[in-house]
């Protein structure tokens, strides 16, 4: 045998053995992996000396290998589509393994994908960025570890919401995704690949599964409404001046017919697509209850400022509030909730549903002001954390306290000691001090029971949709939403096109 044709056998067995090594994964063989040259670099390399060195028939058998080669080639480089991961067990013995296939649920069946990003550079949306959520896992809740925090992530998502976020997470393993406890399971080794440990120990889900069963089929079943009726609610209710959907044309700056401000609003073109009816009717009907994160609206007054306009973020410290300036230039405002100011309460009832998270009162036997967190409230009682620990007054036994407006624009807030406007002076106890104020400087005096610091976020959708809108036109306007996935967009038409010229 010449040296020519010893070349040429060796490459194209070299050919056939990567070309097989590739299609079957490489970790099959061990001779060479990932870390030599990749199969796919070595098949390459043999069927440039192939084509050289063959003739006719072999040309053509490595061509359609190459072919062949390629389609698979191709066809890895596409996500791994919800259909092609069917978890029957894991291998806890190749943890990393184990993360690979919980990264097939986050960006398939699980889709996460669709909300989280996994890379710092994303844009800033909705859900919070997972990089390195296996490491800020473990100090989200104090006292919680990673895998506990985790696992409550992903089966209560509202019981812990990131400082910031609404309750937009679905409960992944309720359908319509439905995650089965092994998704789930990989799901989280792969959440704690990202930056952090992945801890193999086993746990109990946290959750009933065939309790919610029960409950579901227990729930009446939805009605089912004319979507192109819903269609023209949508339009005539007005919701189209605030809101976009993609295929119906908004009115045009300047043109609405309606009574409402027209206000930035989520885009619903997929709102069906994780939100299921209950919410969007909820939405409607009562639209302060779950409040899309960066569109709440709000009114705040710290340092003597009073800023109104749209709640950008929040956590537990400070609120970032946008506001528009007469002449439309927006701005955003950083505000400490420790610089809000007080505001006099005149009526001490469902002060948390007010907004209130802090309370200054003076107990009827006591000489100076308290002030704390509000913990909880009954009709009669409130409890607040003063000092750390939790203490609760009865809301008719407190020292009523006096707001007074100086002439100068100043307030001062204390409890009242002696004195009307009336008098020549009022005397007032202003954090455990007295302070005597000449009513000569008095513009105004309001006697109120407390004070306390207030921000209360609000829907700037209008809540009169109970009674603008029939029980028949909400439920033609709900099946309309529950078409809006996203997919069916583009799909109407063409049906409808194919129809036509039949
Ligand atoms: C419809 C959008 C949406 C989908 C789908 C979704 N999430 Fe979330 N997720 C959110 C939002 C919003 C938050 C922040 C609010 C909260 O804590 O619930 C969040 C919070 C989280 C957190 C806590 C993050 C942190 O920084 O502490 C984890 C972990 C998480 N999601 C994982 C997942 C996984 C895994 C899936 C898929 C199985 C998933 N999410 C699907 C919207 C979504
Ligand atoms: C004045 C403007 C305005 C009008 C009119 C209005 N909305 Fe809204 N809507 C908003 C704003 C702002 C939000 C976001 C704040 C919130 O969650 O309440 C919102 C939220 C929603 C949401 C939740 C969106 C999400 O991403 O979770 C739905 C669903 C919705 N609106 C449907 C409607 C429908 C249906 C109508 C007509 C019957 C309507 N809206 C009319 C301003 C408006």
């Known amino acids: 045998m010449s040296r020519n044709t010893l070349i040429k056998i060796a490459s194209l067995i070299l050919m056939v053995v990567s070309f097989i090594a590739y299609i079957a994964g490489a970790s099959a063989f061990p001779i060479a992996s990932e870390n030599l040259l990749p199969w796919s670099v070595w098949f390459l390399i043999s069927v440039i000396i192939n084509i050289v060195l063959w003739s006719n028939v072999m040309k053509l058998l490595t061509f359609s290998l190459a072919v062949i080669w390629f389609y698979a080639f191709v066809a ?132 009933d599964r065939a309790d919610t069963a029960v409950a579901a089929a227990a729930l009446p079943p939805l009605l089912t409404g004319d979507v192109e009726q819903g269609k023209k609610v949508f339009v005539s209710a007005a919701c189209i001046s605030c809101h976009a959907v993609q295929g119906i044309e908004s009115p045009a700056a300047g043109e609405t017919t ?57 956590d537990t410290e400070q609120i970032v509030v946008r506001t528009k300036t007469a002449d439309g230039v927006e701005e955003e405002h950083t505000i400490l909730l420790s610089e809000l100011d007080e505001e006099p309460i005149e009526e001490l009832s469902d002060l948390q549903a007010k907004g209130y998270f802090t309370l200054t009162l003076t107990p009827t036997d006591a000489d100076a002001p308290v002030t704390g967190d509000i913990v909880s409230e009954t009709d009669k009682t409130v409890t607040l954390k ?102 069916t967009v583009e799909a109407v038409p063409a049906e409808t096109n194919d129809a036509s010229a039949e």
């Open 386 to 487: 003063v000092n750390g620990e939790d203490k609760t007054f009865s809301k008719t036994e407190v020292k009523s306290q006096l707001t007074v407006l100086t002439f100068d624009g100043d307030e001062i807030v204390g409890a009242h000691i002696s004195g009307t406007i009336d008098d020549d002076e009022i005397v007032l106890n202003v954090d455990g001090s007295e302070e005597v104020i000449d009513t000569f400087d008095v513009e105004e005096v309001t006697f109120t029971h407390a004070s306390g610091k207030k921000l209360l976020i609000t829907s700037p959708m209008p809540e009169n949709f109970p009674l603008l809108l029939s029980v028949s036109d909400m439920t033609n306007l709900l099946s309309f939403l529950s078409t809006l996935t996203g997919a």
């Open 76 to 207: 890895s480089l596409v996500p791994e589509s919800s259909t092609a991961v069917n978890l029957t067990e894991l291998d806890w013995s190749d943890p990393e393994a184990v993360a690979e296939q919980g990264a097939l649920v986050f960006n398939g069946k699980g889709q996460c994908s669709a909300c989280h990003t996994v890379d710092t550079s994303a844009p800033k949306g909705r859900c919070p960025d997972l990089t390195d959520i296996g490491i800020n896992a473990a100090s989200r809740v104090p006292g919680t570890d990673a895998k506990t925090y985790l696992i409550e992530s992903l089966y209560e998502p509202d019981k812990y919401l990131v400082p910031g976020y609404g309750k937009i997470m679905p409960e992944i393993w309720k359908a319509p995704i439905a995650l089965s406890k092994l998704e789930i399971e990989a799901v989280i080794a792969y959440l704690q690949s990202q930056g952090g440990e992945i801890d193999p120990t086993p746990f109990d889900e946290p959750i």
């Open 258 to 314: 309606t009574d409402f401000e027209v206000v930035t609003a989520p885009d619903l073109s997929e709102i069906a697509a994780f939100n299921d009816m209950r919410y969007l009717e909820e939405s409607i009907l009562l639209p302060s209850v779950q409040i899309v994160s960066g569109y709440g609206a709000v009114t705040v007054r710290a340092n003597g400022t009073t800023y109104q306009g749209t709640l950008v973020s929040q």
